[in-house]
């Protein structure tokens, strides 16, 4: 068992008073609908062909056949899941993207206990919002992250447009060697950098993947970045394509995607009129960096629908409250690098250096006994962060438990895009607002892994 400190026993009591608010307000659905059955989510260790030539071992994931499952809920309807480690380590589940109770945030140490080997959690929450999101550790993640799991959730509004296929692509990397088996998961001076990638990219643990759509039909085409350190610029060739959301959220104004760079952690919405001709192929792409990459393919078959992309309704909103701006109050938060440093001991995957820091310290994160947080927010009450990035590299910067809107930025024009993921160029000052309406520690920290291992998670207090 965890040696709680005394901090921690003072925290899983105040947890546990969220918690109960939390529940009190769930019981008001659970008369109109049951309590569910949990989902077991069972955390193992598999062996998987990735690579299409190679079995590779040590493959972690949730279930015992392949990728974790896609999970679906429906918004504003209770969800369950018992978390079962069957992993020879610590783990968690954190839901990304999902405002829900800081009790079922998943974050070890802050939030809740380690679950260790052959224990269980239980995770129940109410959706709020519809859209695409994710589920994943948050313990020792560059390995256990890194090694597979990382699934994809899609929350449900019965409201929503009719497409003709809805299609989920979970993006990620894998470090495997020539013989298919995983090699160091990252290198330290990879990590005082972007990061270190993956050898083999997969689209839902296969390589190039292609999938059939209905001809002259409507997709949405939902894809995920849940790799753990690679920046996506994404393009599709072969037919129109139109951003409908991004990060969960509808965005305020669709348009028609030429190229869109998203970092780890985000999700894109795309909504992609197939050709008229059957056996027409549309293909994704990443075009970041040197060679252009295909990542999947969808194929058109059957007659052509005729489908028009303006018959297309739009997606209600999420019910994010907007921010206050006249009464909000500013947060700076400044991204650094610090002096590269050596390694020191680590707990829950921290790998044990720091090369990065927000506002100045480089912060242990994931540890028994975490520093003050960055601030203290009032519930209810209005907030911009005001974010700067002075390093010479990209950081998806992640909010949990709160979602926020992108206000202005130094570097352009942007759409008030919801989001919980903002991805941070170099020299980059933007303006994040949201309302501090969720109870308890929220984590604010880079999802590029080893940035995040490294010092670059902090946490905010809602009080
Ligand atoms: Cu995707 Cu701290 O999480
Ligand atoms: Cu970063």
Redesign the pocket.
């Given at each position: 068992m965890a040696v709680l400190t005394r901090r921690n026993l003072i925290k899983a009591s105040a947890v546990a008073g969220v918690y109960g608010a939390g529940m009190a307000l769930a019981g008001r659905f659970t008369a109109a609908h049951a309590a569910p059955e949990p989902l077991i989510l069972k955390s193992n260790k598999i062996q998987a062909n990735i690579t299409g030539t190679d079995v590779t071992r040590d493959v972690l994931t949730y279930g015992n056949d392949g990728m974790p499952p896609v999970l679906r809920m429906r918004q504003g309807e209770p969800f369950a899941a018992k978390l079962i480690n069957g992993i020879d380590e610590p783990t968690t589940i954190?839901w990304?993207?999902m405002r829900i109770p800081n009790a079922m945030d998943g974050?070890p140490f802050l939030t809740q206990p380690y679950v260790y080997t052959g224990e269980t959690f239980d995770y129940a929450f109410t959706p709020p919002d519809a859209g695409t999101f994710?589920y994943?550790p948050?313990c020792n993640?560059l390995i256990q992250m890194g090694h597979g799991m990382t699934g994809v959730i899609v929350v449900d509004n019965p409201r929503d447009p009719t497409f003709d296929a809805d299609i989920v692509v979970n993006l990620r990397d894998w470090r495997l060697g020539g013989d298919g088996q995983f090699i160091a998961q990252y290198k330290p001076r990879d990590a005082a950098r972007s990061g270190t990638y993956g050898t083999v990219r997969s689209a839902n643990w296969q390589v190039e993947p292609q999938y059939d759509a209905p001809t002259g039909g409507l997709v949405r085409l939902r894809l995920a970045i849940t790799d753990v350190t690679r920046i996506f610029s994404f393009r599709v060739e072969g037919a129109a394509a139109t951003v409908i959301a991004i990060d969960g959220n509808p965005v305020p104004k669709r348009f028609a995607l030429d190229v869109l760079q998203l970092g780890?952690?985000q999700r894109l919405e795309l909504a992609i009129r197939m050709p008229d001709s059957e056996g027409a192929t549309v293909t994704l792409e990443d075009i970041h960096g040197t060679n252009p990459k295909t990542l999947a393919k969808l194929r058109a078959v059957g007659a052509s629908l005729k489908r028009d992309i303006g018959d297309l309704a739009p997606l209600e909103p999420n019910p994010v409250r907007q921010a206050d701006l006249g009464a909000a109050e500013h947060i700076p938060i400044i991204l650094s690098a610090t002096a590269e440093d050596t390694a020191k001991d680590s707990i829950c995957g921290s790998l044990g250096y720091s090369f990065w820091a927000i506002n100045k310290v480089p912060w242990p994160g994931d540890t028994p006994d975490p520093t003050a947080p960055l601030a203290e927010l009032k519930l209810g009450k209005s907030y911009v962060l005001d974010m700067e990035n002075l390093t010479p590299h990209s950081h998806p910067i992640?909010l949990?438990g709160m979602s926020f809107t992108v206000l202005s930025s130094n570097i352009g024009t942007v759409q008030p895009f919801v989001s919980?993921?903002y991805l941070i160029q170099p020299n980059e000052k933007v303006q994040l607002g949201f309302v501090a309406d969720n109870l308890g520690d929220w984590?604010l920290?880079c999802?590029i892994i080893e940035h995040?291992k490294t010092g670059m998670?902090s946490y905010m207090r809602v009080v």
């Open positions: 954190h990304h993207g974050v994710w994943h948050h993640t780890p952690g992640h949990h919980d993921t984590l920290h999802h995040q998670t």
